[in-house]
């Protein structure tokens, strides 16, 4: 493996072709293969189980025509025995197999799955991203999507619950799909309930169908049938309004559900980890991601069916727990790089170094290396060239470190494919000769010469003679980059007093960090306060109590109520907070901050809120319900109205947990009185996940749900004796169905009181969304970093949410918070900006365009400032600024003229 | 349901075994090692990236997979 440099000469002289499972099957790769082409580690492996050699006993045309002998037919399945202090299962999902659907056709090759439509879509996939279906390689102009293929379905399959990702993704295929074949592709998704309650989410829905216009259809699909004659599906479905179509699709995606394989479950037998619904982990909502083993922890699908961005979450969750558990082993088996020592080279002539990269045939198939090379040496300040079948591979760095000392080069140039890829390859191998790893350049001669230009040989020579003229005119102008260590305070400040916030705090200060606990309230305990119960019926109160007892108890956590922030300087690792105590003025150095300040609930202006104590936000009814009060136990007929403030076009979000909250309540009052009528009026039901056993076990107890659309709300009317009278369309009967019941509960948004999050976002130098939410550095992969580094989120401050995924986050903030007080010093410089102040002109453009909150505007001199340890060297505001007073480091305007003008030269 | 209860040892081992490459795996395997612990991360097939590596773009933000 360690000789393997991924040239792929293996995988091309292989002749054994295997359907490929990257593809989802849909296309063929070798025997001798890489999974897909930014494979990490990127190294070729050979498919025992397809080999020829392994098959018949010959053929070994890898081993032969291998340039590096990294082909080893004698390696054998090896048995580790590792000690480890805990455990954590992200063992993921298998994608449900549809072919039980037996009136799917699924056996068809133009009924497909979504993950095989994913693979159609990408660029790297069977069609490298041409829109075609399998069947005959046409662009389709029609495609459908089915949802809940192996969710919600208890039928064809054992998946009760709804897997929680299918509706947005088929509507980002179906998007993505549009933009691909263009505007006039037929795009139908059908499905039962639209669910996209995550953060921007709903808003994605509506433009889907707004501006793209996706079709969506409410119906469930029984079958599939081929058109003899040709390659197309028909679908006949019912209408909303009752009647029985018939469409023909070209191509149709059966969006299929998560589920757990059989090699995790056994896997978690094995474990003696306790299995619960669904074949998920079982798991409780006040530990989310806590086992029923004790050092073993739980993230991602196997957790319970999520999405990408709570994977994450949960992946750091787990993490955080496994590091509170070992926290007395910290840093007991990690081990330090070797300090390297830098040749002090700012005051020599360059003497430039040019390596030039054959890539095995990859350049040299097209490129002249020789000519690229014999031209390198006439240009200024090359000292020395050399060319290298492979400059990547680990004989040719160390050759290429000894000619760095034997030669006395103090620049270098790779001339070979990306730095993406291979820039911290080579600037280590600078650091091991002793060169400041800045001191160094690459020229693209592949990915930009001879990959698209491999029908033009000769131009592509002169294309890589010129990349190569540029880097070396460039690299000729840097100087060595400086890094400096800047000390970490070791404790952290959280702001909020609620679940997420105490969890944020209690996780940190188990691991040994001091936390200061900022509530502007004079008591802890926040929206957790006036829950009832989470969604599967664990009562909130005693666990709430018990974590207020162990924050106020802990004696790594102060706790500061009826506080508020006054102001915040500093940055990740040294920030100094001023706050305001019940008046007295108080000041914390802390190294992080988790902001944890919750959110609202909606008081409606609508549907009679307000002019009747039988009309109840849900959670008033919780505790109307705990206290057995009068109007609850007396009354035969309850009715609950959903998206109350929500998905509204001023407010186009969705809560998320409205659904799940008020059909909890509902059940709650079928079992208070089973001759109760309770109905619910809803748009979609958003029961995602497990969830979905509610809405099961609430129409088996004759609930009844009504649906209502945006455009036809219900209208309530309180009479003057006091006496309720809601009106609602009904979709099935088509009229108004008039409705008296004695309680009306309203489903309430949750939101931001915008001013507040506003002022903490200003002094933390984090954003906040159209809404008021405070905004993640990345919807995906960053979900409670902020952009500013030092700064995390959790809770509902960062989206509505249920309790576990609060929990989940705000541990997983103080995971992420912990990788900075982990660490004694952090690196700041590099590549980095820097203001000439005696050509800042003071007009802040800079501050305004900088996504990392790392420019400051200095009032008293009239001038910007670079904070370094912030900046992340995009280079932003080096290309704003109108005086050129910015300068990128590495990237200065003196060498990228020189570039252009190398560029242009020719 | 499951009720455990942390029962931290006062000489634990310093290093923690991630099951799983995927997304989740990879993130967890990542804040521990910059937490201070020894990480063994272990991946049935040939390359780490799970399922995502698969997905073409990603909802909301059409980010690219990859």
């Keep these: ?906 | 349901m499951v009720n455990a209860t942390r029962t931290a040892s006062s000489n634990p081992i310093g290093s923690v075994l991630v099951v799983g490459g995927g997304i989740a795996g990879v993130q967890a395997a990542l804040d521990l090692a910059d937490t201070g612990y020894f990480v063994h991360l272990i991946e049935k097939t040939s390359a780490i990236g799970g399922a995502m590596s698969m997905l073409d773009k990603t909802f909301p933000t059409d980010d690219c997979a990859m």
């Design chain 1, 1 to 906: 493996m360690d000789k393997c440099i991924a040239c792929g000469t293996c995988a091309e002289k292989c002749p054994r072709k295997v359907t490929d499972e990257y593809n989802a099957g849909l296309g063929k790769r070798k025997a001798a293969y890489v999974k897909f082409p930014q494979a990490v580690p990127l190294k070729y492996v050979i498919d025992k189980d397809h080999c020829i050699y392994f098959e018949k006993g010959k053929c070994r045309a890898c081993e032969k025509f291998c340039p590096t002998q990294a082909v080893n037919f004698d390696d054998q399945d090896r048995e580790f025995t590792l000690e480890v202090g805990s455990v954590i299962l992200a063992p993921g999902f298998e994608p449900f197999d549809p072919g039980v659907y037996d009136t799917y056709s699924y056996s068809h090759p133009n009924v497909i799955t979504s993950m095989e439509f994913e693979r159609i879509l990408s660029s790297s996939g069977p069609f490298e991203g041409h829109l075609v279906r399998p069947s005959d390689h046409q662009e389709p102009k029609k495609i459908a999507w089915l949802q809940c293929v192996g969710s919600r379905d208890i039928h064809h399959c054992d998946n009760g619950y709804c897997s929680g990702v299918c509706c947005m993704y088929a509507i980002k295929e179906a998007a993505i799909a549009k933009e691909h074949a263009g505007a006039d592709l037929n795009t139908a998704i059908f499905f039962m309930d639209m669910r996209t309650p995550g953060k921007d989410f709903d808003k994605y829905y509506e433009r889907a169908k707004a501006e793209k216009g996706v079709r969506f259809i409410r119906s469930r699909v029984h079958s599939i049938e081929p058109l003899p004659g040709t390659d197309d599906l028909a679908i006949q479905y019912v209408t909303e309004d009752g009647r029985i179509t018939e469409e023909v699709f070209n191509l149709v995606v059966l969006s299929v559900g998560l589920q757990i394989s059989k090699d995790t479950l056994e896997l978690a037998e094995k474990l003696g980890v306790e299995i619960g619904d669904g074949r998920f982990a079982a798991t409780s909502p006040f530990q989310p991601v806590q086992t029923s083993r004790t050092g073993i922890y739980v993230c991602g699908v196997f957790q319970s069916p999520k999405d990408i961005p709570l994977s994450v979450m949960e992946a750091s969750a787990a993490a955080a727990e496994s590091a509170t558990l070992l926290a007395p082993a910290r840093n007991s088996l990690t081990r330090k790089p070797p300090e390297l020592s830098e040749k002090d080279v700012a005051a020599q002539e360059p003497r430039v170094g040019v390596f030039v990269c054959h890539c095995g045939v990859n350049i040299a198939g097209v490129v002249d290396v020789e000519a690229v090379a014999d031209y390198a040496e006439t240009l200024p300040g090359v000292a020395y060239v050399e060319r290298n079948l492979f400059t990547c591979a680990q004989d040719t760095q160390d050759k290429m470190k000894q000619i760095i000392e034997e030669h006395n080069l103090n620049r270098i140039v790779v001339a070979a494919c990306s730095p993406r890829t291979h820039e911290a390859l080579f600037q280590e191998t600078l650091k091991q000769a002793g060169l400041n790893k800045y001191l160094f350049e690459m020229a693209n001669i592949r990915n930009q010469g001879s990959w698209v230009h491999m029908n033009e040989p000769e131009a592509a020579t002169e294309k890589a003679k010129d990349l190569v003229r540029m880097a070396v005119a460039k690299v000729a102008l840097q100087q060595p980059l400086g890094e400096m260590q800047l000390g970490v305070t070791k404790s952290a400040l959280v702001v909020g007093g609620g679940i997420a916030g105490m969890t944020a705090a209690l996780t940190l200060a188990d691991q040994g960090y001091p936390v200061t606990l900022v509530e502007r309230k004079d008591v802890l305990g926040g929206h957790g306060r006036k829950l009832y119960s989470t969604w599967d019926g664990q009562p909130v109160a005693p666990f709430l109590d018990e974590l207020i007892k162990r924050v106020e108890a802990h004696p790594e956590i102060t706790v500061l109520t009826k506080a508020r922030i006054t102001d915040v300087q500093g940055f990740v690792g040294n920030f100094h907070t001023v706050l305001d105590v019940d008046g007295q003025r108080r000041e914390v150095d802390h190294g992080v901050a988790v902001i944890a300040v919750g959110a609202h609930s909606l008081k409606p202006d609508e549907y009679g809120y307000g002019k009747s104590d039988r009309i109840f936000l849900n959670l008033d009814l919780d505790q109307a319900i705990g206290e057995r009060d009068e109007r609850i136990v007396t009354a035969r007929s309850a009715v609950f109205i959903q998206c109350v403030g929500s998905r509204e076009p001023d407010r186009p979000y969705c809560s998320r947990v409205c659904c799940s909250h008020s059909i909890e309540n509902a059940l709650r009052l079928k079992k208070l009185n089973p001759d109760m009528d309770v109905y619910v009026l809803y748009r979609d039901i958003r029961t995602f996940g497990l969830r979905e056993n509610l809405y099961k076990e609430a129409r088996a107890r004759g609930v009844l749900f009504i649906r209502f659309d945006l455009e036809n709300k219900p209208v309530v009317q309180v009479a003057s004796d006091g006496t309720l009278k809601v009106t609602v369309k009904d979709h099935v009967l088509q009229r108004p169905v008039v409705l008296t019941p004695d309680i009306l509960t309203l489903a309430g948004a949750i939101v931001m009181r915008e001013s507040e999050a506003d002022e903490l976002a200003k002094m933390f130098k984090v954003p906040v969304n159209a809404e008021g939410f405070f905004l993640e550095a990345h919807a995906k992969l960053r979900p409670v970093d902020f952009a500013t580094d030092g700064v995390f989120v959790a809770g509902l401050a960062h989206y509505p949410k249920p309790t576990e995924e609060c929990i989940a986050q705000a541990k997983a903030a103080a995971s992420r918070a912990a990788t900075v007080l982990a660490k004694d010093s952090i690196t700041a410089g590099g590549v980095v900006a820097v203001v000439n102040k005696d050509l800042c002109c003071g007009c802040q453009g800079c501050v305004q365009c900088c996504p990392f909150g790392a420019i400051d505007y200095l009032e008293r001199e009239g001038k910007c400032e670079v904070n370094q340890a912030l900046c992340k060297g995009c280079g932003t505001c080096a290309a704003t600024c109108p005086s050129e007073a910015i300068t990128l480091l590495g990237f200065s305007h003196l060498q990228l003229y020189a570039q252009i003008d190398e560029a242009l030269s020719a």
